[in-house]
Antibody
Framework: EVQLVESGGGLVQPGGSLRLSCAAS????????MTWVRQAPGKGLEWVSL??????????YYADSVKGRFTISRDNSKNMLHLQMSSLRVEDTAVYYC???????????WGQGTLVTVSS | QSALTQPASVSGSPGQSITISCTGT?????????VSWYQQYSGKAPRLVIF???KRPSGVSNRFSGSKSGNTASLTISGLQADDEATYYC??????????FGGGTKLTVL
């Protein structure tokens, strides 16, 4: 089955760190750009980060709201995508989705999401 | 990276047609032919319903259609059905590989 499965969410204190993972199955993620999108409780979708297929230095892009705090990476040998989040803030509380970027940019496959709660 | 502008809500009766607008700038919607639309039911992941302005993925009803004029894209749903009730988001690729979503439009089927 073609799917994305996120993991790693949980409760963390402000200023803390968390690493999210996204496991791809049923297809080779190495030929796709991949992205993270988040959704705060009761709010809309917000793009977080994008990484090109090769995962090379310089192929990562970030929303201004997370730049300098979040780092996207991928391990194509394991069909995995990661998001290292540090200096977390209360406003980072959200469900985090990973998604596959198809040709010409639509997000054609989404995971079920993982909830990150930043609270003291 | 400002969000694209969508109406907060729209409504229609079964069988009617509704249109949801998505207004951006010349740096995103106006710049890109890669506008897409997503349907999201409460508590579920989004689902792609329109890509490249007016193309439908396999499995999406032909009641869904898209268009674009200048900096505004639109999603039209014809022959409204009860299970169309969801929140709809537009999305565009912008300059410098930034991606941007609209604020979302909640569709109520009366």
């Amino acid at each position: 089955e073609v799917q994305l499965v996120e993991s790693g969410g949980g409760l963390v204190q402000p200023g803390g760190s968390l690493r999210l993972s996204c496991a791809a199955s049923g297809f080779s993620a190495s030929v796709h750009y991949m992205t993270w999108v988040r959704q705060a409780p009761g709010k809309g979708l917000e793009w977080v980060s994008l990484m090109y297929d090769d995962g090379s230095a310089g192929s990562a892009y970030y929303a201004d709201s997370v730049k300098g705090r979040f780092t996207i990476s991928r391990d194509n040998s394991k069909n995995m995508l990661h998001l290292q989040m540090s200096s977390l803030r209360v406003e980072d509380t959200a469900v985090y989705y990973c998604a596959r970027v198809a040709i010409n940019w639509p997000l054609d496959l989404w995971g079920q999401g993982t909830l990150v709660t930043v609270s003291s | 990276q400002s969000a694209l502008t969508q109406p907060a809500s729209v409504s229609g009766s079964p069988g009617q047609s509704i249109t949801i607008s998505c207004t951006g700038t010349s740096s995103d919607v106006g710049f890109s032919r890669f506008v897409s639309w997503y349907q999201q039911y409460s508590g579920k992941a989004p689902r792609l319903v329109i890509f490249e302005v007016n193309k439908r993925p396999s499995g999406v009803s032909n009641r869904f259609s898209g268009s674009k004029s200048g900096n505004t894209a639109s999603l039209t749903i014809s022959g409204l059905q009860a299970d169309d009730e969801a929140t709809y988001y537009c999305y565009s690729c912008a300059h410098s590989n930034n991606l941007v979503f609209g604020g979302g439009t909640k569709l109520t089927v009366l």
